[in-house]
């Protein structure tokens, strides 16, 4: 509410800053729940990003926990004209083979003109499966017949592509007829007709008509594998990529074979980079979090100018939620798995409670038992994860609890805050009105002196 200027001409008080001054005094009650308020929405906001970070981990411990984590492979070819990728699944060995082929969709050019012979144009494709698409277009125009072509589902694309002029100077042009996709699947047969001409045999064929040309034939990538041995085998594709050619091993080729034996080896190893990352991924995430909550329970001290030390703590200190955590997550991170310390694996704790990452030890770890150090990573990960979960699962969370209860709290004090502005401006209208009428009663009795001196001057004028 404005507050009204009612300084009074009778008093001589300045009522404003008067009636100011008592409200500051009756609002204590609720600038103290105000403070409250701005207190506790400063810690929602630390235990909110808290919460994140422990949610977070626990995602991250719960990847890692998963067997087969570690188990990650890298793939490698002795050509230039081969990659390969390894992906879940794959497992240490090599192949070899020689590319035969690449794939290639059908390229086809019809013979030169300048407009379709027919209006309106009508060609019939027939697919490799034999499934026939009857493709009409709007007119004999070029333009027509290849929107036609494109707009259809024959699976092939057109172009008009412009090769000089007739006689007459006309423009004239062929048409490019390429399979929308790649490999022997992706053949084609074209005719000049219905698909009931098709059929019947009496639609020409386009492509066989002079000076027309199949640019490109439809064809599969291919490999042989044991080439040359009686176990001799090809393995074909529609595209120039092999899908598991190994469990969990995808070839793509990009070039044929130069000469009759050019074979190409893909070697599958372990990646111990990609592991390590596994491992050092989850160590540095339980890091982020403790050391979060080693930052928000420290304490600082200040000096005043009068020499006193002020102790201010951190946003989770005497936090007992907080405190669990990070009891949960360090005994979860450090207790032995099967008689063995984490250490083993690279993963150490340290004097202080924290935790740090040895890539060498996981390594050298990694090496020596590959089974045994998937094992230990998964157990400690998933004790990991339970701990995280437990503490910022979004319905049961202890952290999740917490902020919930502290958002009630600000709720019930923004209530009350909003109940103390209704009591504190009917306070400042009592306050008005006091002052207000005091200084009508103040103008009263100084009129009434006023005129009580005049009668007194009076009489004693009269008295002389």
Known sequence: MANLGIDGLAS?????????SLMSIEATPQTLLK???TAANSFVTSMQTLNAQVAALATTATTAAKPGSIDLFTATSSSTAVTAKAAAGAASGSIEFTVGATAQAKTAVTAAMTAWPTSP????????????????AASSSLDD???AV???AAGVKAVK???GKDASGAAVYRLQLTSATSGATGDFAVHRGTAAETTAGTAPDLLAEPGAAVVKTARDASLTLYAGTAAEQVVTSA???FTDLLPGVSVD???AAVGAAAPVTIMIGRDATAAGKVASGLVSSLTAVLGAITAGQATTSTTGATGNTTVKGGAYTGESSVRAVQQALQSAASQPIGGKSPSTIGVVIQKDGSFSYDADKFSAALAADPVGTQSMLSTLADRIAKAASSASDKASGTLTTVITGQQSVVKDLGGRIADWDLRLATRRATLQTVYSNLEVTLSNLNSQSTWLSSQVASLTAQTK
């Open 12 to 20: 001589g008080l300045d009522t404003t800053s008067l009636i100011n």
């Open 35 to 37: 403070n409250k308020v």
């Open 121 to 136: 144009a009508t060609l019939t494709f027939t697919s490799s499966a034999g499934k026939q698409t009857e493709v009409t």
């Open 145 to 147: 017949v290849v929107k």
């Open 150 to 152: 494109n707009d259809s």
């Open 161 to 163: 592509v412009p090769v």
């Open 239 to 241: 595209s120039n990529t």
């Open 253 to 255: 080729v990009t070039a």
